[in-house]
């Protein structure tokens, strides 16, 4: 492992290219609406390729919420709105902090990206540091399980979530104006949200501006808040219910961009501010305010000729501090992250190659970021992180038979000064991922799928460097200096099925991890000032082995023109064993089943979700009961242009007690209980 210290590094390097990249196209654009160099599907998901790959012909496992789903979805952070999909979980730590959970494997495995670039806040730091964008601000989620979407690097080894929006317009809005208003209510929490967002078009330009508001009060839960194993333990009363203490939210965001659009291409600017408050839930009184400032810069330039079709240049740089405070006016640990990141994609001109159609793309990508704690609970210290990467992504389609493959080269620095230490430590680390995959379309409606991954991820600044209490996960956390990269060989077959009136999908996965960072704990005591004990928790490396399937399908009962009603159902399940034994916070297997009318003026769904229990836990991990929810959504558009709908829901109508495993606070906060919320959107 070599060490280098050069006056410019490359991630800053790439960066400047990636800025570069996207001015690239001012000086050739022109006044007309963009030409489209080659049509697309509906389904088309550009987080699983940089040249655009439908679902149904994805050999890996994809999921997409649209613009019209997510005006009437229910007003929560990132986490809790994914959950319930398919292989996906939410860190449900608190009702303004939650993470997607992709097949048990979450924080810096995880990427949550913004239009295709880093969010560069500190949500994968702790659990207990929320996303730092929210849901109502996209008009598409885009979500890819698994580690083979190599394309942004090794820090996506359990998967991507991109949230697209529109605050860069890439086209004209048709009519010169379109938007939406969305506000709705909801009656567990007190909870208030609109968000509203307009791009008008004037001559070659395009403006867009959007904002959100969302607030709730402690929210009602159905049973006391500790549980009765928890109880148990203690050999204390489980205590009162009603509402969870310190579970309130308070979030603020506002964003304006513009583009120059022109027959070449486009290129347009944005800024955003984010800002939120809210109760950590894990202490009574503590509770959080996040800021951040971020502007992005992004670009698209089309050849007339030559290898490449497509220039693409992004730029994204933030400003965010999370201030964690201990009661009104006092503010304690204070985290800061100032970073910026770049990335530069070539799509390769659509041409023939062994009698069929090759597509493919190289791209470059390179991030820094500064991170800091300060205060008494710091329990990272201040570090420096440089990422820069190559990576190319082919892909071959004969019609009945195609083959796709990719490689990616990263180089990793981190550096930092450890807590109480003099001298800065530095390490670095050269990480390759590649994978390779055929697909079949052996009859009418049906694609075989088999892919082969390897990736690799270096080690987070708080898996090396940490070293102190940190109170939102309950234990003293202890990194390791000489941690290796971690690798990971992942097998999965895939399936999808549309035969008319039943379509389904299929996804069989296994991973063989070489070196996984798991945080154990080392058997020992860490006592606070105030005399509270806390068990000493390792970040250590060893095998591993995950595996596991996703399936849902929907079959049509009943066809007649536009009204259809139609059975829905998914199951889902992963069993994840390290060498030290269960690996922790690991979902137990569900099922969902729904039965769904959908028609030009009214929608409706009533759906049955069953969670089971979870007996195979980790090392001071206690076990989580079984619950199945209950829910009833509907939608009416009361007009024939069908720009407004009315919606309704009421979720968990028997007020089950529930509680996420994958949660740190699953013992002291269950899910909410019965909720009926209501709302409007105006798309125009």
Same mark, same amino acid.
């Given at each position: ?28 654009? *022109? ?55 398919? =292989? ?18 979450? !924080? ?69 104006? /379109? ?27 395009? $403006? ?39 579970? &309130? ?17 486009? $290129? ?27 502007? +992005?810069?992004?670009?698209? #330039? ?17 400003? #965010? ?16 992250? +100032? ?20 597509? !493919?793309?190289?791209?470059? *990508? =390179? ?18 992180? +440089? ?117 389904? /999908?299929?996804?069989? &996965? ?7 960072? /798991? ?27 995950? #595996? ?6 929907? &079959? ?22 390290? /060498? ?21 003026? $009214? ?21 989580? +009961?079984? &619950? ?53 959107? #105006?798309? $125009?």
């Amino acid at each position: 492992m070599s060490v280098y210290r050069p006056a410019v590094s490359t991630a800053r390097l790439l960066l400047l290219t990636a800025a570069a990249s996207a001015l690239a196209g001012v000086a050739a654009a *022109q006044s007309n609406p963009p030409a489209q160099p080659d049509a697309v599907l509906d389904d088309v998901v550009v987080t699983a390729s940089p040249f655009g790959v439908s679902q149904r012909a994805s050999t890996i496992a994809t999921d997409v919420i649209d613009e019209q789903a997510l005006a009437t979805a229910p007003a929560q952070s990132l986490g809790d709105l994914l959950a319930g999909q398919p =292989g996906l979980r939410s860190t449900s730590f608190a009702p303004g902090a939650s993470r997607p959970v992709i097949r048990g494997l979450s !924080g810096p495995r995880v990427q949550v990206l913004t239009n295709g670039i880093g969010l560069i806040d500190a949500s994968s730091v702790s659990p207990d540091h929320a996303v730092a964008t929210d849901p109502a601000e996209a008009n598409r989620i885009e979500v890819v399980r698994g580690p083979s979407t190599l394309i942004y690097g090794g820090s996506a080894i359990g998967g991507v979530v991109n949230i697209l929006d529109n605050r860069i317009p890439t086209e004209m809005p048709e009519g010169g104006i /379109d938007g939406v208003i969305s506000t709705q209510a909801s009656s567990v929490d007190d909870g208030r949200s609109i968000f509203g967002r307009v791009t008008v078009g004037a001559g070659p330009f395009a $403006f867009n501006i959007d904002g959100v508001s969302r607030s709730t009060d402690d929210y009602d839960i159905p049973s006391p808040a500790r549980s009765q194993r928890l109880a148990d333990e203690d050999g204390e009363p489980r205590g009162p219910g009603g509402t969870q203490p310190n579970s &309130y939210t308070d979030l603020k965001a506002w964003g304006v961009g513009g583009s120059y659009i022109g027959d070449k291409g486009f $290129f347009g600017v944005s800024y955003k501010d984010t800002e939120s408050e809210y109760g950590t839930v894990a202490e009574p009184t503590v509770f959080i305010q996040l800021h951040q400032t971020r502007e +992005d810069v992004r670009g698209e #330039y089309n050849f007339d000729a030559g290898p490449f079709r497509t220039l693409r240049g992004s730029y994204g740089h933030a400003e #965010y501090t999370h201030t964690e405070f201990e009661g009104p006016g006092e503010p304690g640990t204070v985290f800061n992250s +100032d970073g910026q990141e770049g990335r530069v994609d070539l799509i390769q001109r659509k041409s023939s190659l062994f009698g069929g159609e090759w597509n !493919g793309a190289i791209g470059f *990508q =390179g991030l820094t970021r500064t991170f800091e704690a300060i205060g008494e609970e710091a329990f990272v210290p201040t570090s420096t992180t +440089d990422e820069a990467g190559i990576y190319t992504v082919q892909r071959i389609d004969r019609g009945r038979v195609g083959f796709e493959g990719g490689l990616r080269y990263d180089r990793h620095t981190v550096s930092a000064t450890p807590l109480g230490g003099v001298t800065e430590l530095k390490r670095e680390f050269d990480n390759v991922s590649a994978s390779i995959a055929g697909f079949l379309r052996p009859a009418p409606g049906l694609s075989l799928g088999l892919s082969l991954a390897h990736n690799e991820r270096a080690p987070s600044e708080v898996e090396l460097f940490a070293d102190g209490l940190h109170i939102a996960t309950g234990a003293y956390e202890t990194g390791d200096l000489t941690l290796d990269t971690e690798k990971v060989n992942t097998l999965e077959a895939t399936a999808h099925y549309d035969d008319g009136r039943f379509s389904g /999908d299929l996804h069989l &996965y296994g991973s063989k991890y070489d070196g996984f960072i /798991d945080e154990r704990p080392t058997g020992g005591v860490f006592t606070s000032d105030e005399g509270e004990e806390f068990p000493i928790f390792q970040f250590v490396q060893t095998d591993a082995t995950f #595996y596991g399937f996703e399936a849902e399908g929907e &079959y049509a009962l009943w066809e007649a023109g536009a009204s259809k009603l139609a059975l829905e159902g998914a199951v889902d399940y992963v069993h994840a064993e390290t /060498d030290l034994g269960p690996a922790a916070r690991i979902p137990p297997w569900s099922v969902t089943g729904r039965l769904a009318w959908t028609s030009r003026p $009214f929608d409706t769904t009533l759906e049955v979700r069953h969670v089971a229990e979870q007996d195979r836990v980790a090392d001071l991990e206690r076990p989580t +009961d079984a &619950y199945t929810l209950v829910n009833l959504t509907g939608a009416w558009r009361p007009l024939a242009d069908r720009n407004v709908t009315v919606f309704a829901e009421a979720r968990n109508l028997t007020d089950e007690e529930a509680r996420e495993h994958v949660s740190f606070l699953k013992d002291i906060a269950p899910m909410p209980g019965r909720n009926f919320r209501v709302g409007v959107a #105006y798309r $125009f």
